[in-house]
């Protein structure tokens, strides 16, 4: 696919366009990830929608950036990418992988009556216990990338410590993530955009986005990592109960781990079709 640079706050992203027809699909990858994340989805909703993604500022094929981003910088570069890509006033589906799952929703408040449906995929609710030590923990992770920082630069250890998601996507998505993301100049973002979302918990917690008034759907993946099966039931609980306070929302979950795109795509694209058939003076396809 061929991107094109958009100039957006100052920074400089790499985005794609695909699909036809007159409705429109954003994805928003999760946290060390880009817009090939969403390689195995797009084929499914190509006769769908149009489809935009990209790589956040830093990542990928996106120009570098010096800056420590927070997850209002990653929200604002969103809201502007859809400005300056998707024309006034059409309507938009925003999809959303783990810890773009707080980017989403912070950009959810600016792209107003725009947004049509959201569709979550595995987030972790600011609420879960998991982040009550949240910043112990972002000190260890931070020691662990800063290690795989150094060791990307040797291209066998890029791959040995890229395992989970080598076996989690496709072969040929692997490879361009390899090439692009886990190099050291990935990794730093990667170490960045974790200090963002560390930093962002507090203050999701003390003053939480405004909720979703679209149709919400929030994917849980089933299937957790191997001894981490209490924290897994804890998580999904705070999900299910957030999904609950909206006046449109759905909890469900899916037989996938974390990487939902890549496991299960066509339940992705299932529901994002759903959440574009419930938009407003659109009617579901007769069964």
């Known amino acids: 696919m061929t991107?094109?640079?958009?100039s957006v706050n100052g920074r400089s992203v790499h985005a794609?366009?695909?699909?036809?027809?007159?409705?429109?699909?954003?994805?928003?990858?999760?946290q060390g990830l880009g817009r090939t994340c969403w390689d195995a989805v797009l084929p499914l909703l190509?006769?769908?929608?149009?489809?935009?993604?990209?790589?956040?500022?830093?990542?990928?094929?996106?120009?570098?950036?010096?800056?420590?981003?927070?997850?209002?910088?990653?929200?604002?570069?969103l809201v502007a990418l859809v400005g300056a890509v998707i024309p006034e006033p059409a309507p938009l589906i925003l999809v959303a992988h783990s810890m773009g799952g707080l980017v989403a929703r912070r950009a959810a408040e600016s792209l107003g009556p725009r947004l049509r449906?959201?569709?979550?995929?595995?987030?972790?609710p600011e609420h879960a216990p998991v982040y009550d030590t949240f910043d112990r923990t972002a000190a260890k992770v931070d020691r662990a990338m800063g290690v795989t920082q150094a060791l990307v630069r040797?291209?066998?250890?890029?791959?040995?410590?890229?395992?989970?998601i080598r076996r989690a996507f496709p072969a040929d998505t692997y490879a361009t993530m390899l090439a692009e993301d886990f190099v050291p100049a990935g990794i730093a973002q990667t170490r960045k955009e974790f200090k963002a979302a560390a930093a962002a918990i507090p203050r999701f917690r003390?003053?939480?986005?405004?909720?979703?008034?679209?149709?919400?759907?929030?994917?849980?993946?089933a299937r957790p990592v191997k001894g981490r099966e209490r924290q897994h039931a804890v998580i999904a609980e705070h999900q299910r109960r957030w999904t609950e306070t909206l006046p449109d929302g759905r909890f469900e979950e899916v037989d996938s781990g974390h990487f939902?795109?890549?496991e299960q795509p066509g339940v992705v694209a299932d529901r994002v079709t759903q959440?574009?058939?419930?938009?407003?003076?659109?009617?579901?396809?007769?069964a």
Not at 16 to 30: C, H, K, L, M, Y
Not at 117 to 124: I, K, S, W
Not at 206 to 221: D, Y
């Open 3 to 6: 991107g094109r640079a958009v």
């Open 16 to 30: 794609e366009e695909s699909g036809r027809g007159t409705d429109w699909v954003v994805f928003e990858a999760g």
């Open 46 to 77: 190509a006769d769908r929608a149009r489809l935009l993604t990209y790589d956040r500022a830093g990542f990928g094929r996106s120009g570098r950036t010096a800056q420590q981003p927070t997850v209002d910088d990653m929200a604002a570069d």
């Open 117 to 124: 449906g959201l569709l979550l995929l595995d987030p972790t």
């Open 154 to 164: 040797f291209r066998p250890l890029a791959r040995l410590v890229s395992g989970n």
């Open 206 to 221: 003390a003053e939480p986005p405004g909720r979703p008034t679209c149709p919400t759907v929030l994917l849980s993946a």
């Open 260 to 262: 939902l795109q890549a």
């Open 275 to 286: 959440l574009l058939d419930r938009a407003p003076g659109r009617h579901a396809p007769s």
